[in-house]
């Protein structure tokens, strides 16, 4: 058929230069218009998008793999990573304590039920944090309501964050203060060599180490999230630019968000008062979204959409999305901010927030065939 | 609309760049214009200044 080859091939390469060409104006827009860092910062987001989409690495779909399948790969691929990142961050963070933040958060009563109910809802909407914005960016319709969802329970718990963090919290704890900078990073990497173990031993036979593809995938998320560090001086992270997001249309619409404790706090009414482009998460958030969107029309077929949804299904959705977002803001994260970040760059709360969002994770396993059957059907997930 | 037949993964990508366009049109709206003399240094990494920005686990 070496027609229809020539055919495909004339047609595919023009959309592909198209799509070099939208990168490269984006990343140089971006410069000129907020200068290197954000420029650099949209460059390593745009990288999560493509590792993330054409890798198919993920964080819902390894979770429940290896509940339902005894397929460990995927989780171990994840553990790997955060292994690589932590081995890079821990020595950063301590000999640039004044330039750079890990992801720290506090340990408390609300935070951790917001991580079970995140957990349970992600595999209710069969997608995360990262997943929520590849999916959307990859053109997956549940994914794209979810993040619409996303942004606005990201914006509401917002407002409800102090009244949830004031039920009760423990103080921040890291393990560089609890055992040292360098025995910090030694029970990082026992801890996940423990998860790791464990997950072996679930594991069927064949089913326990990546392919090399997964593997790869893991360590250009390592650096990415590395350089993400280097760059913008604190850990990847997802929510706090989606709930921004909600807040920029909120203050548009003309509500007054002073007076908002979290809001009119004066680091995020800063952030609320500058642009986008200059804000961390969101740039990384927009890269992620459009490098995802890169990678779907880079294929030769951008594959088929995720089966058709029942009138009400829209709503439980959206609703999922809502949740989402609320439960993230309330955890101090999602799986990248809480569970990636706060675990590789010591904070304790990043292993609650795991170990909660998990027994959550395995509830929504349960619950989505029995509640979700009419509902939602059966599509892709990160 | 009808419920049962979803628009192609390209509609839907470019509805998400259409979602982000929206909020960069927005966010132009009302954010304070970017200084670009007030730049931040390239990389945070030894550039002496003190992360400003804010993180998933701010509160």
């Known amino acids: 058929m070496p027609n229809s080859v020539t055919v495909e091939q004339h047609s595919i390469i023009p959309r592909r230069a198209a799509l070099l060409l939208f990168g490269a104006v984006l990343v140089f827009g971006t410069f000129a218009l907020a200068g290197p860092r954000s420029a650099a ?16 690495f993920g964080f ?54 917001a ?32 993040l619409l969802g996303f942004v606005l329970g990201s914006f509401l718990g917002s407002l409800h964050l102090a009244w949830w963090t004031s039920l009760g919290s423990l103080p921040v704890y890291t393990l560089q203060g609890m055992f040292g900078n360098l025995g910090g990073l030694v029970a990082t990497l026992l801890g996940l ?22 593997f790869v995938a893991a360590l250009l998320i390592a650096l990415l999230a590395s350089l993400n560090l280097v760059i913008a001086g604190q850990s990847w992270g997802v929510v706090y630019g989606l709930g921004l997001w909600g807040a920029k249309f909120v203050s548009a619409a003309g509500v007054d968000l002073a007076a908002n404790v979290f809001w009119g706090a004066p680091a995020h009414a800063e952030r609320l008062q500058q642009s986008l482009l200059t ?25 088929a959409q995720v089966g058709a949804l029942k009138p009400l299904s829209w709503l439980a959705v959206a609703l999922a999305g809502i949740v989402l977002g609320y439960s993230a803001r309330i955890a101090f994260g999602c799986n990248v901010g809480a569970f990636f970040s706060g675990v590789s760059t010591g904070s304790l709360h990043g292993w609650a927030w795991f170990i909660a969002a998990f027994a959550g994770s395995i509830l929504g396993i349960q619950l989505r065939p029995r509640l979700l059957q009419t509902l939602i059907p059966i599509g892709a997930s990160q | 609309m009808n419920f049962t037949e979803l628009p192609s993964r390209p509609i839907v990508g470019y509805a998400a760049l259409a979602f982000l ?19 931040p240094p390239p990389i945070a990494l030894g550039s002496g200044l003190a992360p400003t920005a804010a993180h998933c686990t701010a509160f």
């Open chain 1, 279 to 303: 804000d961390v998460t969101s740039l990384s958030n927009i890269g992620i979204i459009i490098g995802a969107f890169i990678i779907m029309r880079w294929r030769r077929s951008p594959g």
């Open chain 1, 115 to 146: 991580a079970f109910v995140f957990g349970m809802a992600m595999q209710l909407v069969m997608g995360c944090g990262s997943g929520t914005l590849v999916n959307a960016g990859s053109g997956n319709a549940i994914s794209f309501l979810a």
């Open chain 1, 193 to 214: 060599s423990g998860v790791g173990l464990i997950v072996l031993k679930r594991a069927r036979p064949g089913m326990r180490l990546p392919a090399r593809g997964l």
């Open chain 2, 21 to 39: 366009s929206l909020l960069l049109v927005v966010d132009y709206m009302q954010a304070q214009p970017i200084n670009p003399y007030q730049a």
């Open chain 1, 41 to 56: 910062l949209l460059i390593v987001g745009l990288g999560f998008g493509c590792v993330l989409e054409g890798l198919r």
């Open chain 1, 60 to 113: 819902t779909g390894p979770w429940r793999a290896i509940v339902t399948e005894r397929d460990g790969r995927g989780l171990i691929a994840q553990l790997f990573a955060i292994a690589l990142t932590a081995a890079v961050a821990f020595p950063l963070l301590a000999s640039h304590p004044d330039e750079l933040n890990g992801a720290y958060a506090p340990i408390g009563f609300a935070m951790v039920v």
